[in-house]
């Protein structure tokens, strides 16, 4: 579909000119003709000015009908959450194990496993910068 044949339909179909988009909009008539005739492609700035003067929603620029078409079934994509360490399987009933025995652990126990671990990510950082 021609985005200017389907402006021209809209237009049409409420019974106003290019002139009175024109005041509804702020877009030079003769802008909108030559979008209608297919000879500019409007930004998306241009597009929702053009929806605002007809009174209709930005989709309907671009689908035919009320509503827009249904989408088919994509497969779902893992966000944020589901990619986390420690969120699913046997990584969380690890993590669930360490935090419960974190937690009988005294501040001098913790300040030495925060140490240990602070000594190894060190180490791991050195021999990556240094293979490099």
């Not at 009908?65 to 990584?91: C, F, H, M, Y």
Request: with cysteine; hydrophobic share 35%.
């Amino acid at each position: 579909m021609i985005i200017g044949d389907r402006l021209r339909e809209l237009r049409e179909g409420k019974k106003l000119s290019q002139g009175d988009i024109e005041k509804r909009s702020g877009l030079l008539r003769c802008y909108i003709s030559r979008v209608e005739n297919g000879h500019t492609v409007p930004a998306m700035e241009t597009l929702e000015k053009l929806a605002r003067a007809l009174e209709v929603p930005l989709y309907q620029l671009f689908y035919e009908g009320e509503e827009p078409p249904k989408l088919p079934n994509l497969l779902k994509r893992k966000t944020a959450d589901d990619i986390v360490w420690g969120s699913s399987g046997k990584q969380a009933v690890y993590l669930q194990k360490l935090r419960k025995c974190l937690s009988k652990a005294g501040d001098a126990d913790r300040k030495l496993l925060l140490a240990m671990a602070q000594k190894l990510t060190t180490g791991r950082n050195r021999r990556a910068h240094a293979a490099a």
